[in-house]
């Protein structure tokens, strides 16, 4: 089957500092990734839909200036957390469509804890 | 906007006993509706897919009717295991826009 992974899986750092979530397409080229949020015990919630070569879509209520996505290839989109704040802390996901299906394809997660 | 609602938990069952996790819908267009797994420590995993009217989705003993009447997607399983622990997912999508979930039902199923 299709894999996703990101990089890392785990990140602390200190409140100011910026922090890039990788995720990757290991076996299939992704035209089209998604970045969700997940608070604990909730549900996901959609941050960006990111296109590759092209400017991300964000959901409303979602800064651009402080999650910032590339998405350089058809393999690899970035989510860079700017000047990161406590309340950043959450649960990152990423998924990406397999552009010759329609399957939605989840990363394992990467948690980031801000102090 | 479309928006996916599923049945509070955490439900707790016994081992063999039946499961049904409710899920209702509303959208637009002609969705595909999905049921996703989270199991403890790992990321959400497909476990199955209706994309259309009356189509009936299964894997792993559990199984979901699209019924667009009732907008309707809900889980069902004969007999549960321990191993079916995990938070269960209802989630919906137009085309190929992202995936709309519902709010998680955690299941518990004890020995």
């Known amino acids: 089957g299709a894999v996703v992974s990101q990089h890392p899986s785990r990140v602390i750092c200190k409140s100011g500092t910026s922090v890039k979530i990788e995720c990757r397409s290991l076996?299939?080229?992704?035209?089209?990734m998604f970045w969700y949020r997940q608070f604990p015990k909730q549900s996901l919630m959609l941050m960006a839909t990111s296109n590759e070569g092209s400017k991300a879509t964000y959901e409303q209520g979602v800064e651009k200036d402080k999650f910032l996505i590339n998405h350089a290839s058809l393999t690899l989109s970035t989510l860079t957390v700017t000047s990161a704040h406590p309340e950043d802390s959450s649960f990152y996901i990423c998924?990406?469509?397999?552009?010759?299906?329609?399957?939605?394809?989840f990363g394992p997660g990467t948690r980031l804890l801000v102090l | 906007g479309d928006s996916v609602t599923q049945m509070e938990g955490p439900v707790t069952l016994s081992e063999e006993a039946f499961l049904t996790i409710n899920c209702t819908y509303t959208?637009?267009?002609?969705?595909?509706l999905f049921w996703y797994v989270q199991y403890p420590g790992e990321g959400l995993q497909l476990l199955l897919k209706?994309?259309?009217?009356?189509d009936k989705g299964s894997n792993k003993g559990f199984e979901a009717t699209y019924r667009k009447e009732t907008t309707s997607f809900h889980l069902e399983k004969g007999s549960v295991q321990v191993s079916d622990s995990a938070v269960y997912f209802c989630?919906?999508?137009?085309?190929?826009?992202?995936?709309?979930f519902g709010s998680g039902t955690r299941l518990q199923v004890q020995p």
């Open positions: 076996d299939f080229q992704a035209t089209t």
């Open positions: 998924s990406a469509i397999r552009t010759d299906q329609e399957t939605q394809y």
């Open positions: 989630a919906l999508r137009e085309g190929r826009r992202a995936l709309t």
């Open positions: 959208a637009t267009g002609y969705p595909s």
């Open positions: 209706a994309t259309k009217a009356d």
